[in-house]
């Protein structure tokens, strides 16, 4: 078997049909993307997707993530926890949300947990790498999920943040054209105004500063 091979969705049963239906109801139904079933078929085989995160990922970190402890808050549904698992990471993960947690348990066993960012289930300092990618802007105190991060996070480690500017011309989970810095009802009468749904956006909490890819060492 090739590495790409071992990097694609385990031969999990069920799996594929669990995904298929998770991200039909989030593309289709939740945010009414059009063309969403190509997004779907994106993220039933999502190794080279999840393969791009996995090299910004080291690239702004300076290392390769064999051998590191690493924590992904915001799993989804574990496409990057298997595939850094397959690169040599002791990669656990945890999501707020019970049913993409149980996906992500079904490829990484043992290593997913339901919990929320602002309450890590970890003792501190138990992880080389925090891994946070576009979960910022779901959890209901920013502030209170960073500082969890950073205490978890081992004296020397390295934490990830990647996080949609609110100031942003485009909406990354809509995929729509956005009027900067939009508050709460103008955003969801737009929405409508373009035939969208309108449900998904009172979850979001936009930062006003964007945070593409920092790392960030821990003191020694």
């Not at 339901?114 to 979960?135: H, K, N």
């Amino acid at each position: 078997m090739s590495s790409r091979d071992a990097e694609r969705c385990p031969d999990v049963p069920g799996l594929s049909a669990r995904l298929e239906a998770y991200y039909s109801r989030y593309y289709g139904d939740a945010l009414g993307i059009p063309g969403w079933r190509e997004l779907v078929a994106v993220r039933l085989d999502d190794a080279a997707y999840e393969r791009e995160r996995l090299a910004r990922l080291e690239g702004a970190i300076g290392r390769r993530v064999a051998g590191a402890r690493l924590l992904n808050v915001g799993c989804g549904t574990g496409g990057f926890n298997a595939l850094a698992r397959s690169a040599g990471a002791d990669a656990w993960g945890v999501d707020a949300s019970e049913e993409p947690a149980a996906i992500a348990a079904l490829r990484t066993p043992d290593r997913i947990l339901c919990a929320a960012a602002e309450e890590l289930p970890f003792p501190a300092a138990s992880f080389d790498v925090v891994y946070c990618y576009s979960t910022l802007e779901h959890v209901a105190d920013a502030s209170r999920a960073v500082r969890e991060m950073a205490r978890v996070l081992r004296p020397g480690g390295a934490l990830y943040l990647h996080t949609p500017n609110r100031w942003a011309c485009f909406e990354g989970h809509y995929k729509l054209f956005w009027l900067p810095g939009l508050p709460r009802l103008l955003a969801t009468a737009y929405l409508a105004l373009r035939g969208r749904p309108t449900g998904f956006i009172r979850t979001l909490r936009p930062l006003p500063s964007v945070v593409p890819s920092s790392r960030r060492r821990a003191r020694a």
